[in-house]
């Protein structure tokens, strides 16, 4: 059974920065690909960074140069640095992996960021 725990979300004032974690079982990171998404209030979910099993990154425009995304193999954890954050970046993060064809989600962290 693949679960996916993410971790890390808080209040963070803008231009601030957290690291969000998430956390996987029952499958490898380094094996597959897993992203992040975000639902804003109101909005649908979308799509902020994937890295592949490769290692290859990709990122939204809106968050392209402020947030990074990498893997820690050892612990079997993805990893999401937010850095300059905007009020506009306040969501809840979700991470995200399929394998064998089966789409797996965590059950997200709330970061806000507000003065």
């Known amino acids: 059974q693949v679960r996916l725990v993410e971790s890390g979300g808080g209040l963070v004032q803008p231009g601030g920065s957290l690291r969000l974690s998430c956390a996987a079982s029952?499958?490898?990171?380094?094996?597959?690909?897993v992203a992040w998404y975000r639902q804003r209030p109101e909005k649908e979910r979308e799509w902020v960074a994937t890295?592949?099993?490769?290692?290859?990154?990709a990122y939204a425009d809106s968050v392209k140069g402020r947030f990074a995304i990498s893997r820690d193999n050892a612990n079997n954890k993805v990893n999401l640095q937010l850095n300059s954050l905007r009020p506009e970046d306040t969501a809840v993060y979700y991470c995200?992996?399929?394998?064998?064809?089966?789409?797996?989600w965590g059950q997200g962290t709330q970061v806000t960021v507000s003065t």
């Open positions: 029952g499958t490898l990171v380094s094996t597959n690909f």
């Open positions: 995200h992996t399929e394998v064998r064809g089966a789409k797996y």
């Open positions: 890295v592949v099993s490769g290692g290859a990154t």
